[in-house]
């Protein structure tokens, strides 16, 4: 059970961090920026908060009232680097010999080293250097080498940001595996949506420095609450709520009417894979059933299409693919109801 | 010929050298964690000795340990320690000199590795002596070698100084430099060329061991420079 709710300031830039895990893996999402390396290298000791509160298990690691704050050494956090952070000069094994805990005796560690060689398939490497190890091989070493000490909490710092797309979907499965095993508190930091939606089962957005109450992930997914979430999430057309009125609510940004009452929403949402398109049939609230936008396609491809409201051609909406149309068509951009999201302002 | 300038400089080098090493690595080492000031101060004055005429560096030690001096005389009468006029005294001319050299390649070595090493050994539970010793320093090896290598260079070629500090007495301060600059004043060309030979043999057989190790470090350190 990890508990943190501190505060660090940087310059101009603010940390605020209140966040409470159990037994889980809990994404911490944001953009790059957002402060989530920050927050991984506060939590594992690395850096010293300004004020607040730090426990694991009921261990506290750091009370900026009790002027409590326990060294990185002795937290026996395992934190994986976003490049890993192997030793140059140490081959596989030694790296690894490095990881358990001081008061190991060296028997036990290195009958746990060859276990560990076993488990993350690195018999044949261990006298290699890391130099001479591929970025997946270089991965495994360095999630062994933080397991070595067994630790409550695991800080994974984007760890597949420094490899290539086409390695990085086999080495996901193997980190799934090793998580569903690992007891203890798991931090996936992450600015990848679908990767957190794919590990994690809840989700903690981070935006500016704040964190936002952990939430699960799916529901996240579909039901973001702000602007920014909605970004976060992947809706890629959003547009401000102007005016609500006899029971419509006016979208300046795309020159719709939208039917519902929605007075408390400064903003809607949807979806590309939400928006179908319909040739054109004149008018613009036929049956009444689905949000509708007047559109001209601009642009079509095998991913999506682009296109702009007739009466808004600066404003671009992407919408499901769909190659019966062409650019210079007039078409009807319908929303089912239920995958339109109104989003409330920030916080 | 009269070997001994050329004993007596490779001695005072090896062990300005020596003494350059330890200091130097522990100076760029301890350096790193001061405060941003008190670094800059500090940077400062350990680096003077390579802007300043060696001269000036002698003058500021014979206005120090000189017998004449405070403190020179204090440690001829506490101890019997005389440090002018002596060849050990060049020791002390010349690692002042070469001191910079180590220090800014050992501090340059130190600021290219990678942060994340360190913080992830502390978070390893790893002592701050075993990161000293056992991933700093071996990651840094090329690079501590050449700074070496460039301070013995330096120690070696040291007159300014050390002309100053140990004048120039033959077979007991007399060092290649010093040696050079007195044959030529006494009109003795043929055998201050010997000596010049002598001193360009040394400094090519420098030059190249620090080409050769630099160009072995900068080959093991690719791969790993993540």
């Known amino acids: 059970m990890l508990q943190a709710r501190f505060e660090k300031r940087v310059g101009d830039f603010r940390l605020l961090v209140d966040l409470s895990a159990g037994n889980e893996t809990i994404a911490l999402l944001g953009a790059s920026g957002a402060g989530k390396t920050m927050t991984l290298r506060c939590l594992a000791g690395l850096e010293k908060p300004d004020r607040g509160y730090i426990a694991l298990d009921g261990h506290v690691w750091f009370d900026g009232e009790k002027g409590v704050c326990v060294p990185p050494q002795e937290r026996g956090v395992g934190l994986l680097f976003q490049h890993y952070a192997l030793f140059p000069n140490m081959t596989v094994r030694q790296n690894l010999l490095c990881g358990f805990r001081r008061d190991t005796p060296r028997r036990q560690r290195s009958a746990e080293a060859e276990r560990l060689l076993e488990r993350f398939c690195l018999r044949g490497l261990e006298d290699r250097l890391p130099g001479q190890l591929s970025g997946g091989q270089q991965q495994r070493v360095a999630l062994a080498r933080c397991l070595a000490r067994k630790p409550r909490l695991l800080l994974l710092d984007e760890p ?95 020159d719709a009417l939208w039917p519902g009452d929605h007075s408390d929403a400064a903003a809607a949402a949807f979806r590309a894979e939400d928006a179908r398109l319909e040739a054109d049939g004149g008018s613009e609230t036929p049956d009444g059933k689905d949000f509708v936008i007047l ?46 999201v109104w989003l409330r302002g920030e916080d | 010929m009269d070997w001994f300038p050329l004993l007596n400089s490779l001695r005072v080098a090896l062990i300005a050298t020596v003494l350059t090493f330890f200091l130097g690595i522990w100076a760029a080492n301890g350096i790193t964690r001061l405060p941003a000031w008190l670094k800059g101060a500090l940077d400062c004055v350990l680096t003077l000795p390579l802007v300043l005429p060696p001269t000036v560096v002698g003058f500021f030690l014979l206005k120090t340990i000189s017998p004449k001096a405070p403190l020179g005389s204090f440690l001829l009468d506490a101890f019997g320690w005389r440090l002018t006029m002596t060849w050990y005294s060049a020791v002390l001319a010349t690692a002042i000199v070469a001191f910079p050299l180590m220090y800014r390649t050992a501090r340059g070595s130190f600021e290219q590795l ?90 090519l057989v420098v030059l190249v061991a620090m080409n050769l190790l630099q160009r072995r470090g900068g080959a093991a350190r690719a791969p790993s420079a993540v």
């Open chain 1, 160 to 254: 597949f940001a420094a490899l290539d797309a086409h390695l990085r979907w086999r080495l996901e499965q193997e980190l799934m595996t090793t998580l569903t095993s690992f007891e203890g508190t798991a931090l996936y930091v992450t600015h990848d949506r679908d990767e957190a939606r794919r590990i994690c089962g809840r989700v903690c957005v981070m935006r500016a420095g704040r964190t936002q109450p952990p939430e699960d992930v799916e529901h996240w997914h579909s039901h973001p609450a702000t602007w920014s979430a909605a970004e976060l999430a992947g809706f890629e057309n959003i547009a401000a709520v102007s005016r609500t009125a006899d029971g419509m609510a006016a979208l300046d940004g795309w």
């Open chain 1, 295 to 340: 559109c001209r396609i601009i642009r079509t491809s095998g991913q999506e299409t682009i296109c702009a409201p007739l009466r808004r051609p600066e404003c671009l909406l992407r919408a499901a693919p769909d190659r019966r149309f062409a650019p210079g068509d007039t078409v009807r951009l319908c929303v089912a109801p239920g995958k339109a």
């Open chain 2, 114 to 203: 990678s942060p994340e090493w360190e913080a992830c050994a502390e978070t390893m539970g790893l002592t701050r002596r075993f990161i000293f010793w056992r991933i700093k320093l071996p990651n840094c090896k090329a690079g501590l070698l050449a700074g070496t290598v460039l301070s013995f260079a330096r120690a070696l070629g040291e007159y300014g100084a050390t002309s100053m500090v140990t004048g120039y007495i033959p077979g007991r301060t007399a060092t290649v430099a010093t040696t050079v600059y007195q044959l030529w004043r006494e009109g003795n060309d043929a055998l201050a060329f010997r000596w010049v030979l002598i001193d360009l043999g040394i400094s």
